[in-house]
């Protein structure tokens, strides 16, 4: 085993543990109130929401830009086509491609879920201080960026 004799490099990781001791409980709170509140999950909350602000996309880049995201993007959405949420169609001449938007019932289901969730998420990080909060979202910007670079 490496030893980390550098301070920096134990920041580092203390850092990253921080970030998950929040980010996972945070997570998995808001999914299980929505599954109460709504019936449905956070994934599916993500995929409406993406779909409701940017519009249709295709299956790979609604995938790329889910937030909440467990894997099995093809079978969530075969389900949601199901339930009438989303609609898939073919986006090229050789069928490979497809492009999802959402329903009406899907975005009645979206805007109905939208308070919802502001309220669950306001409840747990509403506590942190306003000034924290700015200031969090201030470096976390700043830290995604840095990521980002690579």
């Not at 709170?29 to 599916?44: A, M, P, W, Y």
């Not at 009406?104 to 969730?117: D, R």
């Amino acid at each position: 085993m490496t030893e980390l004799s550098n301070p920096n490099d134990r920041d580092v990781l203390r850092l990253w543990l921080q970030m998950l001791k929040i980010t996972l409980p945070l997570r998995r709170h808001v999914n299980i109130q929505l599954q109460k509140e709504c019936g449905h999950s956070l994934t599916r909350f993500d995929v409406l929401a993406q779909l409701s602000e940017f519009g249709e996309q295709t299956v790979g880049g609604l995938a790329q830009n889910l937030i909440n995201s467990s894997g099995n993007i093809a079978g969530l959405l075969a389900r949601m086509e199901v339930q009438k949420l989303v609609k898939r169609r073919s986006g090229s001449d050789d069928g490979r491609t497809l492009i999802v938007h959402i329903t009406a019932k899907g975005s009645s289901l979206y805007e109905a879920m939208v308070p919802v969730h502001r309220r669950i998420v306001h409840s747990s990080l509403g506590r942190i201080d306003p000034d924290l909060r700015q200031a969090l979202i201030v470096a976390l910007k700043s830290g995604r960026a840095a990521i980002e670079q690579d």
